[in-house]
């Protein structure tokens, strides 16, 4: 920590998300002052459906969150294989993975976060940055309202990029999206159902897998589902070129709909707020320039498929706050050494959610063969064992990153 001698640095945290106010969190303590920018008007509510692993609870719990985090569990809680007919039969739960991360709106896990943040942390909304200059000692960022359209140039120890996978700050200081983006030529869309899926209850989750296309509805103990759909393409620019309804009945069309998964569209075309975009992954040789460094989405986006990006934000904006303590007069020495550390366990997750993108959505016939059998398999007195080995998956989720 730092003592009463020590001047305050400035710190510029770009994106009001879960990284974001991690890290600002994590550097107040140390002492920084930090001033958090948001280019929506105000604070983002609801999301949709995360799963909060070891590696994030840790990382919760020291930023002061955990204590005000909603419990969406239930021991009820299950999940059914289903086909478009609606015959289902029984299928993973969340006690089936390890360490059982527990079930979150992505909300839930901001709004413990923001609770958790002093209130002397500025926060401006309406408010971008577009332009950075840099020296040896500082960041010079001129920062815009959208709203006024007001520009005013402010000088900052370090800035910090959390504002998602296509980051401003990485793209004004690093380059254009595309050099850094590795495509996975998947579509999500995500909304929050208005009820349960007729014929379920609200702690009853289902999974429809096809090959190249699935919707998953994921279940809470007291909050409406989220339903989540993921759908391979060649074109990914084509996607966007028509309301997003008509992108998802087409991926999963010509055949008939049936009763659960025309259901599922129909609440996506109703919902008032949805997800619908691209998956990427990002990879950067490197996550800080000078005194600028990215954390999350923006940095490595390990999308859903992993189930980690909540978890390593917080852990992430964590790991920097602790390095920045250990190496207080050399902050280009402590970037190195945070991203020295955290990049093996990075490109590990990386690799998980590859592997887990199959898992979520087969990308083929095959595909979806080895999973249905994987998940028959589960439910079987003699071989369940081994089967939920296979689908556990990397261990490495519940691993305290920050305290290694």
């Known amino acids: 920590m730092t003592n009463s001698t020590t001047p305050r640095r400035r710190v510029l945290v770009v994106g009001l998300g879960i990284s974001g106010i991690a890290t600002a969190i994590r550097l107040h303590k140390l002492g920084w002052e930090p001033v958090l920018i948001e280019r929506a008007p105000e604070r983002r509510k609801g999301g949709y459906f995360i799963g909060l692993f070891g590696t994030g609870k840790a990382s919760a719990e020291r930023l002061g969150a955990m204590k005000t985090l909603v419990d969406r569990r239930s021991p009820r809680m299950q999940s059914y294989e289903v ?49 950075f200059e840099q020296d040896g000692r500082g960041v010079d960022v001129t920062l815009a309202h959208t709203k006024s359209g007001t520009t005013t140039t402010e000088r900052f120890d370090l800035v910090v990029g959390a504002d998602g996978m296509r980051s401003t700050v990485r793209q004004l200081v690093f380059g254009p999206h595309e050099d850094f983006f590795y495509p996975l030529n998947y579509m999500i869309g995500a909304c929050v159902l208005r009820n349960p899926v007729p014929g379920y209850a609200t702690h009853e989750g289902l999974v429809l897998a096809e090959a190249g296309r699935s919707a998953w509805v994921f279940p809470f103990a007291n909050h ?8 391979r393409v060649e074109d990914v620019a084509a996607q966007f070129r028509r309301p997003p309804i008509e992108s998802l009945r087409e991926a999963y069309g010509p055949e008939k709909t049936g009763p659960v998964l025309g259901y599922l569209l129909d609440e996506f075309e109703a919902a008032d707020e949805y997800l619908f975009d691209s998956t990427n992954q990002v990879h950067m040789k490197s996550w800080h320039k000078g005194r600028v460094v990215l954390v999350g989405d923006s940095a490595w986006c390990l999308t859903l498929y992993s189930g980690m990006g909540a978890s390593s934000g917080m852990a992430g904006g964590e790991l920097l706050g602790n390095m920045l303590e250990k190496y207080p007069d050399d902050v280009e020495l402590a970037l190195s050494q945070w991203e020295a550390k955290l990049r093996p366990f990075i490109s590990n997750m990386q690799l998980h959610g590859m592997k887990m993108r199959q898992f979520f959505t087969p990308s083929n016939e095959a595909q979806r063969f080895l999973r249905g059998a994987t998940m028959r398999l589960m439910n079987n007195r003699l071989t369940g064992p081994l089967a939920r080995k296979i689908i556990q998956g990397n261990k490495e989720t519940m691993l305290d990153i920050v305290a290694q």
Request: aromatic share 10%; hydrophobic share 35%; glycine share 6%.
């Open 83 to 131: 086909d478009r007919a609606n015959h289902r039969y029984k299928g993973m739960s969340f006690v089936d993975v390890p360490g059982e991360p527990r079930p979150l709106l992505r909300g839930d896990m901001e709004n413990s976060l923001f609770s958790a943040l002093p209130e002397e942390v500025e926060l401006r909304f309406s408010t971008v940055p577009t332009r």
């Open 224 to 231: 409406n589902p989220t339903v989540l759909f993921s759908y």
